[in-house]
Structures are given as C-alpha cells and as structure tokens.
C-alpha cells in the first residue's frame, strides 16, 4: 500500500520559517520524482517545487530563493524548507511522488501565515 504522510505544517508569522516533511512508504522511493504542491483558499492548486531522483530542483517564480526541495532517499523522505514566508503562501501543501504513470498524494499539511 502506497502512503504519503505529510507533516510539519503549522501558524507561523510573516517572515519566518517552516520545514513540511513528506514520509513515503511503499514505493521505490529511489526512482521517483518528488513534488511539492499547495492549494490556497479559492485558488487552483499550484506546483511549487520538484526534485528528480538525482537531486535536481526546480521551483515556481513565486518561492524561488526563499524555499528549498530536498530528498532522502534512505529514509523515504521529502522536505520543504520554507524561509521567509509571506501571507500569500498560506495553502495547504501536498506531496506528490510521479514515476511514468504513476502519481500519488498525501493528505496536504496546511501551512498558515499571519501575524
């Protein structure tokens, strides 16, 4: 059985900082490449972040120099540091695992930013 945990989401004011944590389980983790999405109130949901199975990353305009994917690819897991975070990325975030057909999600972690 395929699962992605989400975790780490939380309050946390403007300008501060935040690690969402992604703990797969029944994949071959290794192959696939790991996304980070997040879906705000009223808005359709949005890529953020994507890492390959070799490490290389990519982020939308919007977080690039403020958020950082990585992987471990021991430990299943995915991450999403997130500095200096402003009030319009409150959203919940989803991780996403994709290898050829296969996609699947976690739960979403939601992630407000307010003082």
């Known amino acids: 059985q395929v699962q992605l945990v989400e975790s780490g989401g939380g309050l946390v004011q403007p300008g501060g900082s935040l690690r969402v944590s992604c703990a797969a389980s029944?994949?071959?983790?290794?192959?696939?490449?790991m996304k980070w999405h997040r879906q705000a109130p009223g808005k359709q949901r949005e890529l953020v972040a994507t890492i390959t199975n070799s490490g290389a990353a990519t982020y939308v305009d919007s977080v690039k120099g403020r958020f950082t994917i990585s992987r471990d690819n021991v430990n299943y897991m995915a991450y999403l540091q997130m500095n200096n975070l402003k009030p319009e990325d409150t959203a919940i975030y989803y991780c996403n695992a994709n290898f050829a057909k296969n996609s699947y999600w976690g739960q979403g972690t939601q992630v407000t930013v307010s003082s």
């Open positions: 029944g994949i071959p983790f290794s192959i696939y490449v």
